[in-house]
Each structure stands twice: as C-alpha cells, then as structure tokens.
T-cell receptor
Framework: EAQVTQNPRYLITVTGKKLTVTCSQN?????MSWYRQDPGLGLRQIYY???????DKGDVPEGYKVSRKEKRNFPLILESPSPNQTSLYFC?????????????FGEGSRLTVL | AQKITQTQPGMFVQEKEAVTLDCTYD???????LFWYKQPSSGEMIFLIY??????QNATEGRYSLNFQKARKSANLVISASQLGDSAMYFC????????????FGTGTRLQVFP
C-alpha cells in the first residue's frame, strides 16, 4: 500500500529536549516536504526536499532542521523545542517537483512542547 | 497578501443538500494548479480534487466538483448530496508553476452536516 508514515503520532515533550519526527514514504517519490498546521493559519511549509541531499527552507524554517540521506526518509529535527512549536506536523511527498496531482500526506504528528 | 482566501470559517448544511465552499486565490503566474483537501476529525489530509489553470472544463470527482472561474480567481468546491461523513475541515490550496516546491494553503472551512 502506497503511504507516507510518520512517527511518533503523538508526543509531549519539554522545552529544550531534542526530538526527531521521522517520515518515510514507499512510493519512490523524489519530492518530500514538511508542513505545520496551526488553528486559523492553515498549513505552512517548513522545509522541502527535491531529492537526496537537496533540501531547502519553506516559509517557517526557524527552529527546525531536516536531512535527506535516503530517498525514502525525510526526518524533521527540533534541536531545542520551544512551546511555540506546539503544533500538528505533516510530512508529504510527490512524484516530482512539478507535480500536477496529489500530494500524499502522512497521518500527522501532534507535538506538544511544555 | 493572502494568496489563498477562504472566507467561511464554518458552514452548516443539511444531509442530502448541496453546499459550496468558497476559495479565491491570487497569482500572477499564468500556470498554476488548485487543490482541495479534506481533513476529518481524525486529522489526516485527504486529497479531493485538482484543477489546472489551463483545464478547459471544471474538475469533477464523484460528488465533488470544482467551480473554476478564472477571471474571478475563484475555485469553489461544490459537494452534492451531502453526507454526515462529509463533516470535516476543508482546505483550498494552490501551486504556482514558477514555484512548484510547495502548496500554499488557505485557512480552511469547517463544514458540519446535520441530519
């Protein structure tokens, strides 16, 4: 089954404790991206990657890091989480940069930073 | 400036009725794509429908259709014969072809279908 898998789905952590949200897709997609969703703001892009070892900032990259060492994986790293990073996070993938159809989303990871 | 505007924070519709969710967009790129996603209370994002800026006909997918009015820069989602399971958050999004690296999302409309 084609899917994007995120872990953990739910996480409560404390300020400053480094955490990683993993994302893996099994569709051999080149393009992967991270979004955060906040009430009243819709989804905003954090980082994206067009292929292995190619990553770039989205609209709200501050406080986040990513890496793309393998095509299937695109982890999101919060080196020193803060309460304003409490949010619902989505990983997504697509076949290529100029996708004209569906962006495949993971199920979301709800993060709370105390 | 907002590139995607959804002016209806919430909408109610009775089961079996049709409902239109509004979306307007702003772009100077002649080539772009418009998307609608559904987010039920469980949280996942479900792709509903896509419209390309050069598509001559309005997109349709089952009970979903996209009312694309290019001159007005609107891309409203029409759901026919609403079902209780249609209760969810709905997001409109746009991809500009000069910048295909992201979808720009609106703030969403929460639809509630009542019996």
């Amino acid at each position: 089954e084609a899917q994007v898998t995120q872990n953990p789905r739910y996480l409560i952590t404390v300020t400053g404790k480094k955490l990683t949200v993993t994302c893996s897709q099994n569709m051999n997609h080149e393009y992967m991206s991270w979004y955060r969703q906040d009430p009243g703001l819709g989804l905003r892009q954090i980082y994206y990657s067009m292929n292995v070892e190619v990553t770039d900032k989205g609209d709200v990259p501050e406080g986040y890091k990513v890496s793309r060492k393998e095509k299937r994986n695109f982890p999101l790293i919060l080196e020193s989480p803060s309460p304003n990073q409490t949010s619902l996070y989505f990983c997504a993938s697509a076949g290529d940069r100029a996708y004209t159809g569906e962006l495949f989303f993971g199920e979301g990871s709800r993060l709370t930073v105390l | 400036a907002q590139k995607i505007t959804q002016t209806q924070p919430g909408m109610f519709v009775q089961e079996k009725e049709a409902v239109t969710l509004d979306c307007t967009y702003d772009t100077s790129d002649p080539s772009y794509g418009l998307f609608w996603y559904k987010q039920p209370s469980s949280g996942e994002m479900i792709f509903l429908i896509y419209q390309g800026s050069y598509d001559q006909q309005n997109a349709t997918e089952g009970r979903y259709s996209l009312n694309f009015q290019k001159a007005r820069k609107s891309a409203n989602l029409v759901i026919s014969a609403s079902q209780l399971g249609d209760s969810a958050m709905y997001f409109c999004a746009m991809r500009e072809d000069y910048n295909t690296d992201k979808l720009i999302f609106g703030t969403g409309t929460r639809l509630q279908v009542f019996p």
